[in-house]
């Protein structure tokens, strides 16, 4: 499997698998739900692992990482919807959300590393 970016950031390497673990389960989503929660599944972990991938290289990351910490908290609420859905398992809930949490942690982190943050 090819890394990501090794002068990005460690979030972004754990975003992009966290996507790339998402993918193949919104595919096996039923039709009936595939095309509105997985579709927005699909489209908030692509953007977090865009908004992330952006803030790696951008000189100001707050509003960047602002809008990835977003798309970690609305990503939850859907992957508990599928979950509560039961379009995905309960251990496939389990570590998806232990994923986004890590994330979600070390967003918070790199948010309070930037200039005018305390």
Avoid at 5 to 21: H, I, M, N
Avoid at 48 to 66: G, I, N, P, W
Avoid at 88 to 114: C, H, N, P
Wanted: net charge positive; glycine share 8%; proline share 5%.
């Amino acid at each position: 499997m090819q890394k990501p970016d090794e002068g990005a950031p460690p979030v972004v390497g754990k975003a992009y698998e966290f996507v790339l673990w998402l993918l193949p389960k919104v595919e096996n989503f039923p039709r009936a739900h595939r095309f509105t929660v997985g579709e927005r599944l699909t489209a908030n972990g692509l953007d977090l692992l865009t908004s992330l991938v952006e803030a790696a290289y951008a000189s100001r990351k707050d509003d960047l990482l602002q809008t990835a910490n977003r798309k970690v908290n609305s990503t939850r609420y859907l992957l508990r919807l599928a979950k509560d859905l039961r379009l995905m398992s309960i251990d496939s809930y389990g570590f998806s959300a232990e994923k986004l949490d890590e994330i979600g942690r070390m967003v918070g982190g790199w948010r309070k590393t930037q200039p005018g943050r305390a």
